[in-house]
């Protein structure tokens, strides 16, 4: 069965960077987009960019451009998140999820989520 | 940011039905992008509930129903249950920030 299982719970100093991974098996990891959705305390979903595992293309949303590095490692079936200069208000899960494969944008298996947070 | 427009919140008894709307504009519901729907229960990821605007992902119960309209969509629960208590997200591709976008998010609530 598809799943996608992300790295620890974080904690760090505003500033500093942060970087995510996650773990996919179960499927084709080339074959299917990544993407990564964080969440705020209380706050709705929030995409922030999407790598193409087959050859490592990137796109991010505008409000993370230049904060926000998605990489991969094929021989691992590993995806990452990096975000730099952080604030407190990047306090927030951060998800993984697979693009689904027939174009239609949807997000069709999700991980389990990294609870990041920034404090002094 | 452009984002998709939901009701805060929706209740219901056990059995009734509830829909949950999702307004959108011409860039992206009304350029035509599908809408998905995700389930979030209480400390859980997400769950894909609905794709491609009406379809069921293998194993969700047809109690879920979704249409689409112009630059609108909904979601539809049917013969509620008390386990159906979570929030859910609609989703869509917008054109003019070549990203994807979520609704504001509905909190459903079983009375």
């Known amino acids: 069965q598809v799943q996608l299982v992300q790295s620890g719970a974080e904690v760090k100093k505003p500033g500093a960077s942060v970087k995510v991974s996650c773990k996919a098996s179960?499927?084709?990891?080339?074959?299917?987009?990544i993407h990564w959705v964080r969440q705020a305390p209380g706050q709705r979903l929030e995409w922030m960019g999407w790598?193409?595992?087959?050859?490592?293309?990137?796109k991010y949303s505008q409000k993370f451009q230049g904060r926000v590095t998605i990489t991969r490692d094929t021989s691992a079936s590993t995806a990452y998140m990096e975000l730099s200069s952080l604030r407190s208000d990047d306090t927030a899960v951060y998800h993984c999820a697979r693009g689904d494969s027939s174009g239609r944008h949807s997000l069709d298996y999700w991980g389990q989520g990294t609870l990041v947070t920034v404090s002094p | 940011q452009s984002v998709l427009t939901q009701p805060p919140s929706v209740s219901g008894a056990p059995g009734q039905r509830v829909t949950i709307s999702c307004t959108g504009s011409s860039s992206n519901i009304g350029a035509g992008y599908d809408v998905h729907w995700y389930q979030q229960l209480p400390g859980t990821a997400p769950k894909l509930l609905i794709y491609g605007n009406s379809n069921r992902p293998s194993g969700v119960p047809d109690r879920f129903s979704g249409s689409k309209s112009g630059t609108s969509a909904s979601l539809a629960i049917s013969g509620l249950q008390a386990e159906d208590e979570a929030d859910y997200y609609c989703q869509s591709y917008d054109s003019s920030l070549s990203g994807y976008v979520f609704g504001t998010g509905t909190e459903v609530t079983v009375l």
């Open positions: 179960g499927h084709i990891f080339s074959s299917y987009a």
């Open positions: 790598i193409n595992t087959g050859n490592g293309n990137t």
